[in-house]
């Protein structure tokens, strides 16, 4: 499948709602594997690179759940698709900057990623909508165990699979929740959660992950320590945090509907009002009023929407989407006029 055709399609955890969808955006399970004979992508040389990655698309060619899948040479794709691609979270900003002897393979709904020769030589990851972690590991683990057999991994009996980064050895796994949490925001009770989470030795970030701003009320809550716990340790310990999140966000939610409705209210008509009416918004302005729509969609406040229009959005009025909707290279005031163009149109045709 070529590149247009590929970001033509829908992408699964967009179209969905899994369960705790409401506070919960999306989960993801992703492990870092080497493989055993080559040095680490950091070290490797240009030819090095170049035989590892056609390694590992060859044994991507026969699993079966891969069978379907796109397959993407970073160097082919122009600087556009790539910011495209982080965007839609399917590959890393990381990877978006390698040139010769980087790839990534992408399954037809968008749910398994395989970024080669990242940091390194495979980050595989499952994306999926909701709380859905346990999901995701098995998806993961299964695919993994195929790749295992074909291409054999470097592993140490006493650390465990071996990783360009230290904090990755061992299991290799980072599970993560995008969680939206406009209600503890509202109710400024944000600090409390992020202490608590950190007291746990779990990672809270941006959008995009490590080194990115969160906005939009959106944070993603992760594991730090991969050596010495199992699979199962840690995906239980995030599922569990991410549940006690979940609570604390419902609960803020019913209290602000109880003793700050007309507040509630105005700021979510507000949010709709501005979004269905400006002519020019900026990517920051659009998401923070996104993200109080989405909870007064969720809340019933605005019951002409629905939360996957909402969640399109969030995507859709980003720059690099934004540039290839319009088939041009838009400077940030030339985007920000489409961004405006774009939600207003969606918004009356999503209410019509």
Not at 130 to 137: F, I, K, P, S, Y
Not at 173 to 194: C, D, N, P, T, Y
Not at 211 to 221: I, K, T
Request: with cysteine; hydrophobic share 40%.
């Amino acid at each position: 499948m070529n590149f247009e055709d590929f970001i033509s399609g829908k992408q699964r955890w967009l179209g969905e709602n899994g369960p705790e969808s409401e506070f919960v955006f999306s989960s993801r399970v992703r492990v870092a594997r080497n493989l055993a004979d080559f040095p680490f992508p950091n070290k490797a040389t240009a030819a090095e690179k170049r035989e590892i990655m056609d390694r590992i698309l060859a044994a991507v060619k026969s699993v079966p759940r891969l069978r379907r899948c796109s397959v993407f040479r970073i160097e082919d794709l122009k600087e556009i698709d790539r910011q495209l691609l982080v965007e839609r979270y399917l590959i890393s900003r990381e990877l978006a900057a390698k040139k010769s002897g980087s790839a990534v393979v992408i399954d037809s709904r968008g749910v398994v990623t395989i970024m080669v020769n990242e940091e390194d030589h495979i980050r595989m990851q499952a994306l999926l909508s909701g709380l859905r972690l346990r999901e995701c590991w098995e998806i993961i683990s299964q695919l993994d165990d195929e790749l295992e057999c074909q291409l054999g991994f470097a592993f140490s009996p006493k650390y465990g699979y071996l990783t360009a980064c230290p904090t990755n050895v061992g299991t290799g796994i980072r599970v993560s929740a995008m969680l939206h949490l406009a209600g503890v925001i509202f109710s400024k009770q944000i600090e409390q959660v992020l202490q608590a989470v950190a007291r746990l030795h779990l990672a809270v970030r941006g959008i995009y992950g490590e080194g990115s701003e969160s906005f939009g009320n959106l944070f993603q809550v992760s594991n730090q320590v991969t050596l010495g716990k199992t699979e199962e340790e840690i995906i239980g310990l995030l599922e569990k945090v991410v549940r006690q999140i979940v609570e604390t966000e419902r609960n803020a939610r019913k209290s602000l509907l109880k003793t700050g409705a007309d507040l509630l209210y105005d700021r979510v008509g507000r949010a709709y009002g501005i979004l269905s009416n400006a002519h020019v918004i900026t990517s920051r302005e659009a998401i923070d009023l996104l993200s109080m729509l989405r909870m007064g969609v969720d809340l019933r406040i605005v019951t002409n929407l629905e939360r996957e229009a909402i969640n399109e959005l969030f995507v859709l009025t980003q720059p690099a989407h934004l540039q290839k909707a319009n088939g041009k290279e838009l400077d940030a005031v030339s985007r920000d006029i489409e961004r405006g163009n774009l939600l207003r149109s969606r918004l009356i045709k999503e209410t019509q």
